[in-house]
């Protein structure tokens, strides 16, 4: 199994930032980002593939949050800047030996998220 843990949330005004990391145990292929909120349910963010070569985003973050992946130390960042009250919600790290897009039903490792609350 993979053991992943997040850390970093906080509560913010909007516009400000804040950088979440998730430390994890081994890394898989795919490593994202995914938050949830009680009136959007479960939303890709952000994902990394191959240990960073390639990314993506969805369109709400899209020049604000950026994924980072740091393969030596084992640990997964989000850089959110600019952050909108609509960025709220529990955010979680997950890992998958496959992906296509930022479907969560790919991931089958997950951790226990850090809250994100902006206002």
């Known amino acids: 199994d993979v053991q992943l843990v997040e850390s970093g949330g906080g509560s913010v005004q909007a516009g400000e930032s804040l950088r979440l990391s998730c430390t994890y145990s081994s890394r898989r292929h795919c490593m994202a980002w995914f938050r949830q909120s009680p009136g959007k349910g479960r939303e890709g963010v952000a994902g990394a593939v191959n240990g960073g070569r390639a990314t993506r985003y969805v369109d709400s973050v899209k020049g604000r949050f950026t994924v980072g992946q740091d393969n030596g130390k084992n640990v997964l960042y989000l850089q959110m800047n600019n952050l909108e009250p609509g960025d709220s919600g529990m955010y979680y790290c997950?890992?998958?030996?496959?992906?296509?897009?930022?479907?969560?039903?790919?991931?089958?490792?997950w951790g226990r998220g850090t809250q994100v609350t902006v206002s």
């Open positions: 997950a890992a998958a030996s496959y992906c296509v897009g930022l479907e969560s039903t790919n991931y089958n490792y």
